[in-house]
């Protein structure tokens, strides 16, 4: 039987780089834990958006459709007549501020949320553009409950149009981002993503039309508020792998 080969020095070892080299971590621990989870629950309760609107629609008391009117007529802080594309519309919301509170708090959730769940996404370009879209999209839902339809339709509107970009365009990316180490994830939120694409597009496009205007616009904005709550999940249990890291391919 051949004798055993000699032990090296673990000195000359580590100088000639022959030394064993503990096995590289898959994955990251679970960084920014508390702060995660605040950014999930902030995300979590994007749904409630959906009921503010349910709530004040309610209580509307000019006639109101969820398939024609718009988000926005919720919001109005007089009973008046808002001029649109296609003619005027009348709008009298006595629940006006649950709406313009859902739009405040919720997008002001939206933001901070995506800002705290940064931490779960790898960390390149689409995930830091899905960041910032994310935030914009919020900061735009804010302006919308600050200034409303009624009492400052400049404003409102000003404030109110880069939602319908930044929110699917957040989507897409937020996809982008997570497809290389979460497939399935990734897919389906570009999917999403594209729907609020096609969404915004028709509402664009008929703009000047009446009928259906508010399902477009809903089928615009809804469907982020209803994923985030995917994506929350998903990122609260999800570590992202070593790959991710900054740097590691360096290493």
Known sequence: MAPPPP????AKA????????APRARRLPRPGGAAVAAGALLWLAQPLYLAAEAVTASRFTAPYSFLDNAISDLGATSCTRVEYAHGPVPVCSPWSPVMNTAFVVLGLALAAGAVLLAARLPRD?????????WVV?????????????DRAPAAHTLASLPVFVAQPCALITTGVALRRHRRLLGWSTIAVGVVCVAGTAV???RVDVEHFSGLFERLALWPGHLWAVVLAVALLRWRPPAAARPGAAAR
């Open 137 to 149: 999209a919020g900061l735009s839902a804010v302006g919308s409950g600050v200034f409303s339809l």
């Open 203 to 205: 509402f664009a496009a």
């Open 7 to 10: 032990r090296e020095h673990p």
């Open 14 to 21: 580590a100088r000639t780089g022959t030394a064993a080299r």
């Open 125 to 133: 370009r689409a995930a830091r553009a899905a960041v910032a879209l």
